[in-house]
C-alpha cells in the first residue's frame, strides 16, 4: 500500500492555497559577491575609457553604476530569484542615489581645505585687520571669529527661549484660532528671505536710534528672526514625538502638567531638541546680507561690545575679502587666501557647534537602562 503526502502549508482553510516554505529556498550570492562586482565593474569601465582616451572621473562613476546595477540584477534574477533580484536593484540604486547627494558636500570640503589651508594657522586665528593695508600680507580673522560668536550668542539667548516656549504652546496647550494663527504665521517666516529680517530690523533700529546706528545688538535680532520659527517647528516635531502613555502616567501619580512638561516632556526630548537648535544656529552663522546691513562691513578691530559700533562676522569677512579679490598685484592674491581661510574656519566652527550639540544630548537624554 503506497502512502501520499501532500506539502504543508499554514494559515486557515478560507486563506487560499500556501506555498510550501522549501518551495522559496533557492541558491544565494555570496556576501563578497556585491563589493567584488562593483570592484570588477569598475575595472572594466576604465579599461574602456582608457582605451577610448576619453577617461574622466564623472564618466567613470557614472558608468560603473551603470554596469553595476546591470551585472548584480542579472546575476541575482539568474542565481536567485525575481524578488531578490528586484530588491538589489532597488539597493543599488538607493546607494547611487546616496553617493550622488554626497559628492557637493565632498567636493566643497575638500576645495574649502585644500585652498583654505594655505593661510589656515595660529596667526590667522589670533590676529585681527587692525591696520592692516591690502597690499600686506599680513592679518588674521580673530575680530571677525570674536562677532560671530557674540552675534550668534545673542541670537540663541533671544531665539531658543521664544521658540521653545512657543513649541510648547502648540504641543501641550494650543487649541482652536489662536494655535492655527501661530502655525500659519510660522510657517510663513520660515521661508521669509534673509534680507528681509535684515531690512525689518534696519527699519526698527531707525525708529528707535535713528538712521546709521549699527551694532552688534541689531545683527543678533535680524539673525533672531530667522532663527525663531526654525526652532519652533523643529522643537515642536519633538515633543509630538514624546509618547502620550509617558504624560498620562505622570498625571495619574498627581503630577502637576507644568511639572509633567519640565521633568518628563523635555528631558525626553532634550537630544531632538537640541539637534533643532542646532540647526537653526547652523542656518543663521553664515547668513551675509541681514549682517551687512545691521552690523557693518568696516569694522577691521576687535569689538566684543554688542552695543557699540560695528561689529565684524565671518560670513561679513568672507563677502569683504571677495570683493577684494578683483584687486591688481598681490592685494587680491592675499584676499583670495584670507576668504578661504576664513571660510575653512567657518565650516570648523559649524561642526564644532554640531559636535557639541551631540555631547549634549548624549549626556543630558534620560538614561533608558533599567
Given at each position: ?351 564644532l557647534l554640531f559636535l557639541a550639540a551631540r555631547l549634549i544630548s548624549r549626556f543630558f537624554a534620560p538614561k533608558l537602562g533599567r
Amino acid at each position: 500500500m503506497t502512502t501520499t503526502t501532500t506539502p504543508t502549508s499554514t494559515g486557515s482553510p478560507g486563506d487560499g492555497p500556501k506555498l510550501d516554505s522549501a518551495a522559496l529556498l533557492t541558491g544565494s550570492l555570496p556576501r563578497f559577491f556585491a563589493p567584488a562586482l562593483l570592484v570588477v565593474s569598475a575595472a572594466v569601465v576604465a579599461a574602456a575609457l582608457y582605451a577610448l582616451g576619453s577617461f574622466h572621473p564623472a564618466s567613470l562613476a557614472v558608468l560603473t553604476a551603470l554596469l553595476y546595477l546591470v551585472a548584480i540584477t542579472v546575476s541575482s534574477a539568474v542565481i536567485e530569484n525575481r524578488r531578490k533580484a528586484a530588491d538589489r536593484l532597488v539597493t543599488g540604486i538607493v546607494y547611487c542615489c546616496f553617493a550622488v547627494a554626497m559628492v557637493p558636500l565632498v567636493s566643497l570640503l575638500y576645495t574649502v581645505a585644500v585652498y583654505g589651508m594655505r593661510r589656515f594657522d595660529g596667526y590667522f586665528l589670533t590676529v585681527s585687520m587692525n591696520g592692516v593695508i591690502p597690499s600686506m600680507d599680513a592679518g588674521g580673522v580673530y575680530h571677525a571669529i570674536v562677532g560671530t560668536l557674540a552675534i550668534t550668542g545673542m541670537a540663541a539667548v533671544i531665539s531658543v527661549p521664544i521658540g521653545l516656549m512657543t513649541a510648547i504652546y502648540l504641543v501641550e496647550y494650543g487649541k482652536g484660532r489662536l494655535k492655527q494663527a501661530i502655525t500659519f504665521f510660522v510657517d510663513v517666516m520660515t521661508g521669509i528671505p534673509s534680507i528681509v529680517a535684515g531690512l525689518f530690523v534696519v527699519a526698527l533700529w531707525m525708529m528707535l536710534f535713528g538712521p546709521g546706528k549699527t551694532n552688534g545688538a541689531a545683527g543678533a535680532i535680524s539673525l533672531s528672526v530667522l532663527m525663531i520659527p526654525v526652532v519652533v517647528r523643529s522643537s515642536e516635531e519633538m515633543l509630538r514625538l514624546v509618547p502620550n502613555e509617558l504624560r498620562e502616567a505622570a498625571y495619574a501619580l498627581g503630577v502637576p502638567k507644568w511639572l509633567t512638561i519640565v521633568k518628563v516632556v523635555l528631558p525626553t526630548a532634550i537630544a531632538g531638541i537640541t539637534t533643532g537648535i542646532m540647526l537653526a544656529l547652523a542656518r543663521v552663522i553664515g547668513e551675509t546680507a541681514p549682517l551687512i546691513l545691521t552690523a557693518g562691513i568696516a569694522s577691521t578691530r576687535i569689538n566684543g561690545n554688542l552695543f557699540e559700533g560695528q561689529m565684524m562676522s565671518l560670513p561679513v569677512f568672507i563677502y569683504q575679502q571677495v570683493r577684494a579679490m578683483g584687486s591688481s598685484g598681490d592685494a587680491g592674491v592675499y584676499a583670495e587666501e584670507r576668504a578661504w581661510a576664513a571660510a575653512l574656519t567657518l565650516i570648523l566652527l559649524v561642526m564644532l557647534l554640531f559636535l557639541a550639540a551631540r555631547l549634549i544630548s548624549r549626556f543630558f537624554a534620560p538614561k533608558l537602562g533599567r
